[in-house]
């Protein structure tokens, strides 16, 4: 019988199992990839973090590398490995958790090849699990090549011709602007776009908006809510030169698509030979199984990663409690929090 498992292993699984390790807890990970860091590295080749080296670390070891400078995608990956090993932290990998259920005051996590039992569970799948891409995607031709942003990986996997990316956010920015050197390119976003540069005063963004209280704000104060209202912003100006330029076009949201076209909200049509569709993930709480655990919409019921349901927990949840919930920078505070409560509980 073990105290937790944590299920997940990316970076808010890590730094749950860091804080339990801490504190002497007979607990176990477990990550459904082939290797620590698998979140990363399967991403697109050039991807490159916003956050600077500062802002890119877990509670207890520094990413290496000058602090000002923006770690890419391998370097997060072999971090997040190396972060594991130092602190020793047990994990059972290709191992995927099919159903929670819970007898009594014990949960039983299902696996493919066996059923582990423990006292508490912390949910660390995080906010990106399941790529949605609309259904009306289905309408369109067979010949036009089309790919979620998380399948993207570089200018040569993309066909020749006319690209649209679907979704303005940093990740459909990035993937737009790298695209923009080899392809025609057009950018579809629904709402107005907010650039922030990546410096101001010589100081990363990320300095002014911890400083502006910002990066931290807690979900219920005004300025949390003030900020969920608003859609995040896209860091750096590169693609704000390409589009003022008419090198990437901009045009309004998709709404619809048939055969080779697709429909904008403001009646224009497009057609080109390969769509990206930069339009986010679904999250997908099925598998468990435990009445309170989840709400009505299939979203974690939780206050600050608090269930209802006793000894259930959930971690790395965008504004899970505070604005940095979802980023590396701010997972510590609410693993440092969960840990807190659990303690409680223990004595």
Not at 82 to 98: D, G, H, K, S
Request: with cysteine; hydrophobic share 35%.
């Amino acid at each position: 019988m073990l105290d937790a498992i944590i299920v997940g292993a990316g970076q808010a699984g890590l730094t749950m199992g860091y804080y339990l390790k801490q504190e002497g807890y007979n607990f176990l990970l477990l990550e459904a990839g082939n290797r620590i860091g698998d979140s990363w590295r399967n991403r697109y080749d050039s991807l490159q973090l916003f956050t600077p080296r500062e802002y890119s670390s877990l509670p207890g070891m520094i990413v290496k590398g000058e602090g000002k400078g923006f770690p890419c995608k391998d370097e997060m990956a072999t971090y997040l490995e190396e972060y594991a090993r130092y602190f020793t932290l047990p994990i059972q990998l290709q191992t995927e958790v099919l159903k929670i259920k819970k007898e009594k005051e014990i949960f039983e996590l299902h696996t493919p090849t066996e059923i582990l039992q423990a006292k508490k569970v912390v949910i660390a799948t995080g906010g990106f699990q399941q790529p949605y891409i609309p259904s009306f995607s289905q309408h369109l031709s067979s010949h036009i090549f089309q790919i979620h942003s998380s399948q993207y990986k570089s200018p040569s996997k993309i066909p020749k011709g006319k690209v649209l990316v679907v979704g303005g956010g940093n990740s459909g920015m990035q993937i737009a602007v790298e695209l923009a050197k080899t392809h025609e390119v057009t950018i579809s976003i629904g709402h107005p776009l907010t650039f922030l540069p990546l410096h101001l005063f010589r100081k990363s963004i990320f300095n002014w908006l911890e400083k502006l209280g910002l990066l931290y704000a807690e979900v219920n104060t005004k300025r949390g809510k003030w900020f969920q209202k608003r859609k995040d912003p896209i860091f750096g100006f590169e693609g704000k030169e390409l589009i003022r330029n008419g090198v990437i076009k901009l045009e309004k949201k998709v709404v619809s698509a048939s055969e080779n076209n697709i429909m904008f909200q403001n009646g224009g049509t497009y057609s080109a030979e390969s769509i990206i569709w930069s339009t986010g993930f679904i999250q997908n709480y099925k598998w468990i199984e435990i009445e309170k655990a989840v709400n009505e919409n299939g979203f974690p019921n939780h206050v600050r990663g608090i269930s209802p349901v006793k000894g259930l927990y959930y971690i790395g949840l965008p504004w899970q409690s505070q604005r940095g919930s979802a980023l590396i920078c701010g997972v510590g505070k609410d693993a440092a929090y969960l840990l807190s409560e659990i303690k409680k509980i223990d004595q």
